[in-house]
């Protein structure tokens, strides 16, 4: 049902792969715990495609998810695609590249070119395609310095959309990810209602209805938060997720290192 108590019409796709980075395996959406496989706005959609398809007397979705945390937009297209291709989907979601925008001389137009190539891939076999746009990183400390890559980036994946005929998930327009609610103590990745409502912005991406349309609405505002406090936060922050991740940088490492999907092969979303 819609928001109007109306019957949904059953979404069309019926084989659902996702690919790319942390963002898509779903870090930190961990319902059952930080050493369990985590769930995430992937996850989300593929369910509630999967619940509209049954409701409307279909079979549930097949889904599959590839993608592995700290991987470049290199491995995502180089070892996750063609996984994903072999598993003959007719929905891919393709969203990597912002790892590379963590460092300084990333090729921003190389990067939009490969991603390019990689969706006349896919459409070339009939798929369908889900790209996103990067959020926007104003309000961060420390990936600030990307928001003018980003940005570009971002113009590439409109425009890509609009010449290979893909989907976009506009994480950049999003209002509600402007709230650092919606981000884990890590200050990159998603909580769990961070995801949820990405979630409902991947199904408007996709032409679909949301679940509730006030998915974007801001959260009530807190009141400031005083200053030594803060410092006590950022202080906090820096040595439990920026030092362990610029050493990790230093020494060639990534957190994704030695890690495999978490749903490697297509089966039916349970309800």
Do not use: C
């Not at 097949?62 to 989907?89: D, F, S």
């Amino acid at each position: 049902m819609n928001v109007n108590g109306s019957p949904l019409p059953a979404p069309r796709w019926s084989r659902y792969v996702a690919v790319g980075d942390s963002f898509t395996e779903g870090l930190w959406d961990d319902p059952d715990g930080r050493d369990a496989p985590q769930r995430g706005w992937a996850d989300v959609v593929a369910a509630r495609i999967s619940a509209r398809r049954v409701a409307a007397g279909q079979t549930p979705l097949e889904y599959a998810n590839l993608a592995i945390r700290g991987r470049l937009l290199r491995p995502i297209l180089g070892e996750q695609l063609p996984k994903a291709l072999a598993l003959q989907p007719d929905l891919v979601s393709l969203i990597g590249g912002y790892n590379d925008m963590l460092r300084p001389a990333t090729d921003i137009d190389r990067l939009a070119r490969n991603l390019e190539a990689a969706v006349a891939r896919v459409r070339a076999t009939g798929a369908d395609v889900l790209l996103a746009t990067g959020a926007d990183a104003g309000d961060s400390p420390l990936i600030r310095s990307t928001r003018s890559r980003v940005g570009l980036y971002n113009t590439h994946v409109w425009s890509i959309a609009r010449r290979q005929g893909a989907f976009v998930l506009d994480l950049w327009g999003m209002r509600s990810l402007r709230d650092w609610r919606m981000w884990s103590e890590d200050r990159i990745h998603l909580t769990t209602e961070g995801h949820a409502r990405v979630a409902q912005a991947a199904l408007v991406g996709l032409g679909l209805p949301p679940d509730d349309e006030a998915w974007d609405d801001p959260l009530t505002p807190l009141p400031p938060v005083p200053r030594l406090d803060k410092a006590r936060e950022d202080a906090l922050w820096f040595r439990e997720h920026v030092y362990p991740w610029a050493t990790r940088r230093l020494r060639g490492r990534s957190s994704g290192d030695l890690r495999v999907p978490k749903r490697p092969e297509l089966s039916p979303v349970e309800q």
